[in-house]
């Protein structure tokens, strides 16, 4: 449940190309508190993830599960 792990195991599953994984371990991270999104859009180790197009739609409801959302 720890934030962090899951934003790790995010990028661990980008790095190895299982993009379906990596999208619902960066999911989980942000719904457990994990909200650095300025490192996210940089980290090489997404960097596989942000290639897909379907990451753009994620990152929409990523935005919307952070707290000061509007």
């Not at 180790?45 to 599960?65: A, C, I, M, T, Y």
């Amino acid at each position: 449940d720890d934030p962090v792990v899951l934003y790790n195991l995010a990028c661990s599953y980008s790095l190895a190309k299982h993009l379906d994984e990596a999208i619902a371990a960066l999911t989980l991270a942000v719904a457990r508190g994990f909200s650095d999104f300025r490192w996210l859009m940089k980290d090489p180790d997404l960097v596989n993830l942000r290639k897909e197009p379907l990451f753009k739609q994620h990152l929409v409801k990523l935005g919307s599960l952070q707290p000061d959302a509007t």
